[in-house]
């Protein structure tokens, strides 16, 4: 077995992992990971979070909707979070999970493997962007792609939407709510009558043509650039990237992808296969922050009573096997 780090990087060797299985393995240590942790914890299950420390929202400066922590940076609501699991006794550690053998037997890279009785998956999703120059550069700052997280901090802005994707029609209705100046740039999106009538009834102008860039100005975007040479000034654009989850974890385990390309799991995050649970952007692409945490609250309550079946049905069959096998009344 050998050896990883944890979160504040001393190296954690077969020592640690050697106590027996831990009752949870939770890969992905963002929102819905760390709160499932907690909960776990404070039911006094012995946990472990493996996490390879590359969140989805690291570009941003800010997450915003998390009540009593919007505005909080990213990087430091994930340090509180790991602050207070590790209060409960939770082991952090840094590292990649390779792959989890049924049984649990969870594979680090470098070598290292924990034993679980049961695998909490909520390694969230990788966001695909469309390769237009300027797109990338500005991620998460001048480039957004969620109205309810970063609208209010653009409102009455000159915004812009990127016709990269049918959801763009729908993308630029909404950010109406946040600024009377809002374009849709058609890009190589087709519009329906119906959609040109729905954009106008609401406000929101249309500008025909591919485009080449995103302008920028003083190291912050200022405009889209146009293939006919136009320069539309905006300050803040929108795009739908292409939500990729990574759920290979989860394939590899048996877990099949339902026609929307997400594998299935239930109201708490339990899937098909036995002993594996699942939430937050690794199976659900619309979950926020808080929603993302509350599922992984949700899944502890019942990987807690999944456990709690099993830890009685072997106190059963213990005492059975210590009164001679005979069943009560038997």
């Not at 409102?155 to 709510?177: F, I, N």
């Not at 302008?215 to 292409?242: C, H, K, N, Q, Y």
Request: hydrophobic share 40%; aromatic share 4%.
């Amino acid at each position: 077995m050998g050896d990883t780090r944890d979160d504040t990087g001393k190296t954690t060797g077969a020592g640690s992992t050697g106590q027996g299985a831990y009752d949870v393995v939770v890969v992905g240590g963002g929102a819905a990971g760390l709160s499932a942790a907690l909960v776990l914890a404070r039911a006094r299950r012995r946990v472990a979070v493996v996490d390879a420390g590359e969140p989805r929202n690291a570009p941003a400066g800010h997450a915003h909707g998390f009540l009593t922590r919007d505005g909080t940076p990213p990087a430091e609501l994930l340090a509180l979070g790991r602050a207070e699991v590790a209060g409960y006794g939770v082991e952090l550690l840094r590292g990649r999970v390779e792959h989890v053998e049924p049984g649990f037997v969870v594979r680090l890279d470098g070598g290292a493997a924990l034993l679980a009785r049961r695998v909490l998956v909520a390694t969230g999703l990788r966001d695909e962007l469309p390769g237009i120059p300027g797109v990338r550069e500005h991620w998460g700052t001048g480039v957004l792609h969620c109205p309810y997280c970063h609208g209010h901090e653009v409102r009455d802005q000159p915004l812009g939407v990127l016709g990269t994707g049918q959801g763009a029609v729908a993308q630029a209705l909404l950010l109406r709510q946040w600024s009377p100046d809002v374009v849709l740039f058609a890009h190589t999106l087709r519009l329906s009558e119906d959609d040109r009538e729905r954009l106008d009834a609401r406000g929101v102008r249309t500008v025909t043509g591919e485009v080449r860039a995103l302008a920028s100005g003083g190291g912050r975007l200022s405009g889209v650039e146009l293939t006919d040479g136009r320069t539309v000034p905006r300050t803040a654009v929108f795009v739908f990237p292409r939500m990729v989850p990574r759920d290979a974890l989860l394939t590899r385990l048996g877990c099949v992808r339902d026609e929307g390309g997400r594998v299935p799991v239930g109201p708490s995050g339990r899937t098909a296969v036995p002993g594996v649970w699942a939430v937050g952007n690794a199976v659900d692409p619309r979950a926020l922050l808080v929603t993302a945490a509350g599922a992984g609250a949700a899944a502890a309550f019942e990987l807690n009573h999944d456990l709690v079946a099993e830890d009685t049905e072997a106190a059963v069959l213990a005492a059975r096997a210590a009164d001679g096998g005979v069943p009560p009344g038997g």
